[in-house]
């Protein structure tokens, strides 16, 4: 059985898992880190959103073998650390909005704000409408107008 | 406050002090008001004991103390409530922890609220659905902690030496009037009794309220935000490898045979591979090689329940089957509007798919999943696989949202007998592909109104409303509502029943009747935010509009004429006001506003849409844009609103469903199958559909009740979005969602296999 390495939440992990899986399924099933949420398994839902060297992206359409043994990946469970704090400013701002519904799409809404914010700064201006318009990840309870809130306040803190 | 101040000379309720190590108390769901001679009584079960009899459930029926909800104490000062209902992003646990902070004087992050187990002696009362839990549990959840405060008050008495009456209860904290002060952890063990003990207590006045009515964020935020909340698929059960199913082609097909079970076994990471009622299930390491056996497995299909069904086929079976209208031709002078509108499939399904885990062995089964019927679930499991329901234990865990979803067990029982057919534990699974073709949907159906009007007056209002049937089956009334559903005979009474008990015209509109028939029950159905409501009432509001422009008069003011209720009248009022009603607004722009009564509460809808061509054009790939509501100024009255703040969550998630069925949100059936197969398919509402502005106006309490609010905004913004597109367009929308007669606007993926491969190049779209 082939084994995986890359940086899992700072830490070096390996997995012994076939190359053809997506590392989605050996994040939850084999590493048992569990904050990224199957939703669709096809890159739609964006439910699963996590970072691949502080870029987001769906761990459902990537092989494991595509990912490098110096690749950092970060859950949702590894973002405060990313900041050195027990929260990242991210998450402060959706419980100060109370944003959460079921809370199931949650983690990667926020993994996706983060790198919405960090993605509309290195285009030369601060988030807004246009960029909210372009996030895909679904929310089925329907919170969207608060996560426009939260985003919106948490990227003054960051 | 004095424990005087608390009660005095008000209606007194009953509940109990169980045996208990520690301070543990209790309150009947249901009845629990005490009579004048309370103590003398004892209440009484809710339901006939012939039922328990029947359903062989209850070996403690003599208990008293069967059919209670109880909150303990611990010794760490917090206290402890096992709610018997599920959790689905509705907010229930966070209200609840609200009510037991309210009475009992604690602070809310002391409060622990878990979800019970299935507790089949609860009969009717664990049903979680018709938006009723605050609206069933407010008075017992409030008995049960004013009587642990009175416990807590009585043993710091015996402990100061000093009367009740002269101690305050505050913060988790009782103290006397010299100043002693004892925390609630420390007494509760002498607080606790021995024996079990009715008791009578009084419950706080509104108007000393210091939690109840105040917003309040969520009691699982932080688990939600950590990612640590943690849902059926998160658990850790031992043995409980990943599970999927190999399903059919067309609605509920059946296997025939299977060619290559053998091969599908030997392939990486498979453990098992069985056929059951539902299609082929496949065990392995990791969900992703499941999808890989799923894929890989060769199959022959027997027919479905809907085999070559379509839209057109299904609208042919509706329109035979409307019930006709009873009001004669009226005399001259009398005008008519009368119009049908079509109200296409749509998908109930939430983010987190239909799942389960469930690990059935030879004398027992344990089932984990978000159920919001977990007594019928337990029932019909048990049945299923031989068992004493007693032999079944059902844990609720939290639930990815439901949307009437997991009012059924689907998942559940599937799990169940995949378990036992592979004598292994499962964690089941659906593929987002299945979860929307084979998973319920919300039925099709048309609602048809005719009204007539003379001389400023409406003179009769008429609507006949025409349905794929819905499925009640989940146990809406559980044991006997389960029982009743099984007989053809009863079955369309039943629902006929429920329309008339959930259907209302708030308008004054003369001699009004609305009907409901029922064809068709070939599809796996359910309710969705709403069983009849949003398309019922989208269809009457419309009508008002044009009865509105009929009668040359402005539809907010025609509105407020012929509204029944002051608190309607009251919503519509503030969002005519606070959404400016009336502006002038560009040329394929406008507003549209509606009323919804339903469930002792109220919601006005005021909303503006663009349907410009350059909006309606706009590019978002992979995406369905069209016309955009720019606006939405919501106006609701619960009579109580617990927490304001979960309660203006529930309209947002409301408004952002009302839009999608109005606009986006349809399934379109074609030769036994539905099209849609992906959230890039099935349009519910994304970011690019959210209106940018959005105000909720939550109204100070009225009726000093609360009422539902889960599913109050959907049909109050579908109506209200239908009317401003009507408006916009200059053309009143017929058929829901308007998009559904527009060339797909996807390419459907195969039946065959049934579910796509998870893409490889995730990588190159990193952002």
């Given at each position: 059985?082939?084994?995986?390495?890359?940086?899992?939440?700072?830490?070096?992990?390996?997995?012994?898992?076939?190359?053809?899986?997506?590392?989605?399924?050996?994040?939850?099933?084999?590493?048992?880190?569990?904050?990224?949420?199957?939703?669709?398994?096809?890159?739609?839902?964006?439910?699963?959103?996590?970072?691949?060297?502080?870029?987001?992206?769906?761990?459902?359409?990537?092989?494991?073998?595509?990912?490098?043994?110096?690749?950092?990946?970060?859950?949702?469970?590894?973002?405060?650390?990313?900041?050195?704090?027990?929260?990242?400013?991210?998450?402060?701002?959706?419980?100060?909005?109370?944003?959460?519904?079921?809370?199931?799409?949650?983690?990667?809404?926020?993994?996706?704000?983060?790198?919405?914010?960090?993605?509309?700064?290195?285009?030369?201006?601060?988030?807004?409408?246009?960029?909210?318009?372009?996030?895909?990840?679904?929310?089925?309870?329907?919170?969207?107008h608060?996560?426009?809130?939260?985003?919106?306040?948490?990227?003054?803190?960051? | 406050?004095?424990?005087?101040?608390?009660?005095?000379?008000?209606?007194?309720?009953?509940?109990?002090?169980?045996?208990?190590?520690?301070?543990?108390?209790?309150?009947?769901?249901?009845?629990?008001?005490?009579?004048?001679?309370?103590?003398?009584?004892?209440?009484?079960?809710?339901?006939?004991?012939?039922?328990?009899?029947?359903?062989?459930?209850?070996?403690?029926?003599?208990?008293?103390?069967?059919?209670?909800?109880?909150?303990?104490?611990?010794?760490?000062?917090?206290?402890?409530?096992?709610?018997?209902?599920?959790?689905?992003?509705?907010?229930?646990?966070?209200?609840?922890?609200?009510?037991?902070?309210?009475?009992?004087?604690?602070?809310?992050?002391?409060?622990?609220?878990?979800?019970?187990?299935?507790?089949?002696?609860?009969?009717?009362?664990?049903?979680?659905?018709?938006?009723?839990?605050?609206?069933?549990?407010?008075?017992?959840?409030?008995?049960?902690?004013?009587?642990?405060?009175?416990?807590?008050?009585?043993?710091?008495?015996?402990?100061?030496?000093?009367?009740?009456?002269?101690?305050?209860?505050?913060?988790?904290?009782?103290?006397?009037?010299?100043?002693?002060?004892?925390?609630?952890?420390?007494?509760?063990?002498?607080?606790?009794?021995?024996?079990?003990?009715?008791?009578?207590?009084?419950?706080?006045?509104?108007?000393?309220?210091?939690?109840?009515?105040?917003?309040?964020?969520?009691?699982?935020?932080?688990?939600?935000?950590?990612?640590?909340?943690?849902?059926?698929?998160?658990?850790?059960?031992?043995?409980?490898?990943?599970?999927?199913?190999?399903?059919?082609?067309?609605?509920?097909?059946?296997?025939?045979?299977?060619?290559?079970?053998?091969?599908?076994?030997?392939?990486?990471?498979?453990?098992?591979?069985?056929?059951?009622?539902?299609?082929?299930?496949?065990?392995?390491?990791?969900?992703?090689?499941?999808?890989?056996?799923?894929?890989?497995?060769?199959?022959?299909?027997?027919?479905?329940?809907?085999?070559?069904?379509?839209?057109?086929?299904?609208?042919?079976?509706?329109?035979?089957?409307?019930?006709?209208?009873?009001?004669?031709?009226?005399?001259?002078?009398?005008?008519?509007?009368?119009?049908?509108?079509?109200?296409?499939?749509?998908?109930?399904?939430?983010?987190?798919?239909?799942?389960?885990?469930?690990?059935?062995?030879?004398?027992?089964?344990?089932?984990?999943?978000?159920?919001?019927?977990?007594?019928?679930?337990?029932?019909?499991?048990?049945?299923?696989?031989?068992?004493?329901?007693?032999?079944?234990?059902?844990?609720?865990?939290?639930?990815?949202?439901?949307?009437?979803?997991?009012?059924?067990?689907?998942?559940?029982?599937?799990?169940?007998?995949?378990?036992?057919?592979?004598?292994?534990?499962?964690?089941?699974?659906?593929?987002?592909?299945?979860?929307?073709?084979?998973?319920?949907?919300?039925?099709?159906?048309?609602?048809?109104?005719?009204?007539?009007?003379?001389?400023?007056?409406?003179?009769?209002?008429?609507?006949?409303?025409?349905?794929?049937?819905?499925?009640?089956?989940?146990?809406?009334?559980?044991?006997?509502?389960?029982?009743?559903?099984?007989?053809?005979?009863?079955?369309?009474?039943?629902?006929?029943?429920?329309?008339?008990?959930?259907?209302?015209?708030?308008?004054?509109?003369?001699?009004?009747?609305?009907?409901?028939?029922?064809?068709?029950?070939?599809?796996?159905?359910?309710?969705?935010?709403?069983?009849?409501?949003?398309?019922?009432?989208c269809?009457?509001e419309l009508?008002?509009d044009?009865?509105?422009?009929?009668?040359?008069?402005?539809a907010y003011?025609?509105?407020?004429?012929?509204?029944?209720?002051?608190?309607?009248?009251?919503?519509l009022?503030?969002v005519a006001?606070a959404g400016d009603w009336?502006r002038?607004m560009?040329?394929?722009t406008a507003q549209g506003i509606a009323l919804h009564?339903?469930?002792?509460?109220?919601v006005a809808v005021l909303a503006e849409i663009d349907c410009?061509?350059?909006?309606?054009?706009?590019?978002?790939?992979?995406?369905?844009?069209?016309p955009r509501v720019t606006k939405v100024v919501c106006a609701?009255?619960?009579?109580?609103?617990?927490?304001?703040?979960?309660?203006?969550?529930?309209m947002m998630?409301g408004i952002m469903d009302g839009i999608a069925v109005a606009l986006?949100?349809?399934?379109?059936?074609?030769?036994?199958?539905?099209?849609?197969?992906?959230?890039?398919?099935?349009?519910?509402t994304?970011?690019?559909n959210t209106p940018p502005e959005l105000q909720i106006?939550?109204?100070?309490?009225?009726?000093?009740?609360?009422?539902?609010?889960?599913?109050?905004a959907v049909a109050g913004a579908m109506a209200a979005v239908a009317c401003a597109y009507g408006r916009a367009?200059?053309?009143?929308p017929?058929?829901?969602?308007i998009?559904?007669?527009?060339?797909?606007?996807?390419?459907?993926?195969?039946?065959?296999?049934?579910?796509?491969?998870?893409?490889?190049?995730?990588?190159?779209?990193?952002?």
């Amino acid at each position: 059985m082939p084994q995986h390495s890359f940086i899992l939440n700072g830490t070096q992990v390996t997995a012994e898992v076939d190359d053809d899986v997506r590392l989605l399924w050996v994040l939850r099933d084999v590493l048992g880190v569990t904050g990224p949420k199957y939703g669709c398994g096809l890159g739609v839902c964006q439910a699963c959103t996590s970072h691949i060297n502080g870029k987001a992206f769906n761990p459902c359409s990537v092989p494991v073998s595509a990912v490098q043994a110096t690749d950092e990946i970060t859950t949702i469970e590894g973002l405060p650390a990313t900041v050195g704090k027990d929260l990242h400013p991210m998450q402060e701002a959706w419980l100060t909005y109370d944003v959460a519904q079921c809370g199931y799409c949650q983690p990667g809404q926020i993994m996706a704000a983060v790198a919405k914010v960090r993605q509309a700064r290195a285009a030369g201006h601060e988030i807004g409408d246009a960029d909210f318009d372009e996030i895909r990840n679904i929310c089925r309870c329907g919170t969207y107008h608060r996560i426009r809130e939260a985003i919106t306040a948490a990227a003054k803190e960051f | 406050m004095g424990d005087q101040d608390h009660s005095l000379g008000r209606r007194r309720f009953l509940g109990y002090v169980l045996a208990a190590s520690t301070l543990t108390v209790a309150a009947q769901l249901g009845e629990v008001a005490a009579p004048e001679r309370a103590e003398a009584a004892i209440p009484s079960l809710p339901e006939p004991a012939e039922v328990y009899d029947l359903n062989d459930l209850l070996t403690d029926a003599a208990l008293p103390t069967a059919n209670l909800i109880s909150i303990q104490l611990n010794t760490d000062g917090t206290a402890s409530f096992a709610l018997p209902r599920a959790e689905v992003g509705q907010g229930v646990t966070t209200s609840s922890a609200m009510l037991i902070a309210e009475e009992l004087d604690l602070p809310l992050d002391r409060v622990r609220v878990t979800l019970a187990d299935a507790r089949p002696e609860l009969l009717f009362n664990q049903l979680t659905g018709g938006s009723n839990t605050t609206i069933s549990t407010y008075t017992p959840i409030r008995v049960a902690a004013a009587i642990a405060r009175q416990r807590l008050l009585q043993a710091a008495a015996a402990q100061l030496g000093v009367a009740v009456s002269t101690l305050t209860t505050s913060a988790g904290v009782v103290s006397s009037a010299s100043g002693a002060s004892i925390g609630y952890g420390a007494l509760a063990v002498a607080a606790a009794s021995q024996t079990t003990l009715l008791v009578s207590v009084g419950l706080k006045p509104a108007a000393q309220f210091s939690v109840i009515g105040t917003p309040q964020n969520r009691v699982d935020a932080l688990d939600a935000v950590t990612g640590r909340k943690q849902f059926a698929m998160d658990l850790s059960v031992p043995g409980a490898l990943p599970t999927m199913v190999c399903r059919p082609p067309t609605i509920n097909g059946t296997v025939r045979s299977v060619q290559n079970l053998a091969a599908v076994q030997a392939m990486p990471g498979i453990t098992d591979v069985v056929t059951v009622a539902t299609g082929v299930a496949v065990r392995g390491q990791t969900f992703g090689q499941c999808i890989d056996a799923v894929r890989a497995l060769q199959v022959t299909w027997g027919p479905g329940t809907a085999e070559g069904a379509s839209d057109a086929t299904v609208l042919q079976e509706l329109l035979a089957a409307e019930l006709p209208l009873v009001i004669p031709p009226l005399p001259l002078l009398t005008q008519e509007v009368d119009t049908r509108f079509t109200f296409h499939f749509a998908s109930n399904s939430a983010l987190e798919p239909n799942c389960a885990i469930a690990d059935v062995r030879a004398d027992r089964a344990e089932i984990w999943g978000a159920l919001k019927s977990p007594i019928v679930a337990q029932q019909t499991i048990a049945a299923a696989l031989g068992l004493l329901p007693t032999a079944v234990t059902v844990h609720v865990t939290q639930g990815g949202g439901s949307f009437g979803r997991k009012l059924f067990h689907d998942a559940a029982i599937e799990a169940a007998l995949i378990s036992r057919a592979m004598g292994k534990p499962v964690k089941l699974m659906w593929h987002r592909t299945d979860d929307f073709r084979q998973g319920r949907a919300h039925p099709m159906a048309t609602s048809r109104v005719r009204a007539t009007y003379s001389l400023g007056n409406v003179v009769s209002f008429e609507q006949r409303h025409t349905s794929v049937g819905t499925d009640f089956g989940h146990g809406l009334g559980e044991i006997i509502t389960s029982l009743v559903a099984k007989l053809p005979v009863a079955d369309l009474g039943f629902s006929e029943t429920m329309f008339e008990l959930t259907q209302q015209t708030p308008y004054e509109f003369g001699v009004t009747t609305q009907l409901l028939n029922e064809v068709d029950h070939g599809f796996n159905t359910g309710s969705m935010r709403g069983i009849y409501s949003p398309n019922v009432r989208c269809a009457q509001e419309l009508v008002v509009d044009q009865l509105a422009a009929a009668m040359g008069q402005d539809a907010y003011r025609f509105r407020r004429q012929f509204l029944k209720d002051d608190r309607a009248k009251a919503v519509l009022d503030q969002v005519a006001q606070a959404g400016d009603w009336g502006r002038t607004m560009p040329a394929g722009t406008a507003q549209g506003i509606a009323l919804h009564p339903e469930y002792h509460g109220f919601v006005a809808v005021l909303a503006e849409i663009d349907c410009t061509p350059a909006t309606v054009g706009r590019q978002v790939p992979d995406a369905w844009t069209g016309p955009r509501v720019t606006k939405v100024v919501c106006a609701v009255d619960v009579g109580l609103a617990v927490n304001p703040r979960g309660l203006e969550a529930q309209m947002m998630g409301g408004i952002m469903d009302g839009i999608a069925v109005a606009l986006t949100s349809g399934l379109h059936l074609e030769n036994g199958m539905f099209q849609e197969g992906s959230w890039d398919e099935y349009f519910y509402t994304r970011q690019w559909n959210t209106p940018p502005e959005l105000q909720i106006i939550v109204m100070p309490p009225t009726t000093g009740v609360p009422g539902g609010a889960g599913e109050l905004a959907v049909a109050g913004a579908m109506a209200a979005v239908a009317c401003a597109y009507g408006r916009a367009t200059g053309t009143m929308p017929t058929s829901f969602p308007i998009n559904h007669t527009a060339p797909l606007g996807f390419v459907p993926l195969p039946t065959e296999p049934p579910i796509p491969q998870s893409p490889t190049d995730g990588l190159s779209r990193a952002y």
